[in-house]
């Protein structure tokens, strides 16, 4: 970098306000290219049967990346292929089955005008994104999206800056467009990001973290509460289940239950556990979604459930279980 001296007055702030009201600008006649052609797309895309392929070169290259990964995360399989590796043999992952979005603001990619003939003798789909209908890839396409904005917020006109902001807001235009038209819901989102806090909200269930066999806590009606308190101290759930061998729940008793015992007087040593219980008590499904069981836990301002299926015991979900699984 050149030694230059920066002038102490020179106002950052007000260079950065006018980049964002030209990108903004230029966005507001984005619009007016949603058109027919944007129409054509979508239905060319929504009746392809085999995946969405995205091209571009430099920072188109850098948007197409981001525009294919929209779409494989929206519903519409897509993947990157850089038009440079194409033409030295990855073009051996387009089919005939495939669409091709090719992305290039002037329209004359010198890289992805040598793959045209290619595409079109194996009869592949092409939708360019330029912003130029008269230039070669415009003139070439099947459909042509126009992103064509007043002037870049680069004050040479040379970085691109507004016009790949266009090209980018386009395609997440096409991948909404798609996904509202598909139903495609929050649950088929979470299916492709399992690794996310989506996915752990939506995916994961109750007897995917439950408390099962020797780690339920669980005694017989006739023990006495000293019998359950060690159980509950054992477990570290904070409650104990009553239940038959057959694991038929019968009641529940919650270290809350044993503040309530203290402040009557009962003698800890001598009661049974079958007069102190709470019959029956709350339990989830093991099918449920776990966020939904966190949800019932709070409103009912508990900590632990039980998982049964009717009156039989399965398992044991605590709060902690939630936090460790990232449901919260």
């Known amino acids: 970098m050149a030694d230059i001296t920066l002038s102490p007055e020179f106002d950052y702030q007000q260079a950065g306000k006018e980049v964002l009201q030209i990108e903004r600008e230029g966005l507001e006649q984005l619009g007016q290219f949603i058109n027919d052609d944007f129409t054509h797309a979508c239905q060319m895309i929504a009746r392809c049967s085999g995946k969405v392929v995205v091209?571009?070169?430099?920072?188109?290259?850098?948007i197409g990346?981001?525009?294919?990964?929209?779409?494989?995360?929206?519903?519409?399989?897509?993947?990157?292929?850089?038009?440079?590796?194409?033409?030295?043999?990855?073009?051996?992952?387009?089919?005939?089955?495939?669409?091709?979005?090719?992305v290039s603001n002037s329209g004359e990619s010198s890289e992805i005008l040598a793959l045209i003939p290619v595409l079109k003798r194996l009869h592949v789909a092409l939708i360019c994104m330029t912003s130029r209908p008269d230039s070669a890839m415009g003139r070439a396409a099947d459909i042509h999206l126009c992103v064509?904005?007043?002037?870049?917020?680069?004050?040479?006109?040379?970085?691109?800056?507004?016009?790949?902001?266009?090209?980018?807001?386009?395609?997440?235009?096409?991948?909404?467009?798609?996904l509202k038209a598909r139903g495609f819901t929050a649950e088929d989102f979470a299916l492709s990001h399992p690794g996310g806090a989506l996915g752990r909200k939506l995916l994961l269930r109750v007897d995917d973290i439950m408390h099962t066999g020797q780690e339920i806590p669980h005694i017989d009606r006739h023990a006495s509460l000293r019998s359950a308190l060690l159980e509950i101290t054992s477990k570290n759930l904070g409650m104990t289940v009553i239940c038959t061998d057959d694991m038929i729940i019968e009641g529940i008793f919650t270290d809350g239950d044993l503040r309530r015992v203290f402040d009557m007087g009962i003698d800890i040593q001598h009661a049974s556990i079958e007069s102190v219980m709470t019959p029956g008590g709350i339990r989830v499904r093991p099918k449920m979604l776990a966020v939904d069981a966190l949800n019932l836990m709070q409103s009912k301002n508990i900590t632990c459930v039980m998982v049964a299926d009717g009156d039989h015991l399965l398992g044991v979900i605590h709060m902690h279980d939630m936090l460790r699984a990232g449901v919260v």
């Not at 990346?65 to 073009?91: I, N, Q, R």
């Open 65 to 102: 990346k981001k525009m294919a990964a929209t779409f494989a995360s929206t519903g519409t399989p897509a993947f990157f292929v850089h038009p440079g590796e194409a033409s030295h043999g990855d073009l051996g992952m387009v089919t005939p089955a495939d669409v091709v979005i090719a």
């Open 148 to 178: 064509s904005v007043p002037q870049e917020a680069c004050p040479l006109g040379l970085a691109p800056t507004s016009s790949t902001t266009a090209t980018l807001v386009m395609g997440d235009a096409l991948a909404v467009a798609l």
């Open 55 to 62: 091209m571009g070169m430099g920072k188109s290259g850098h």
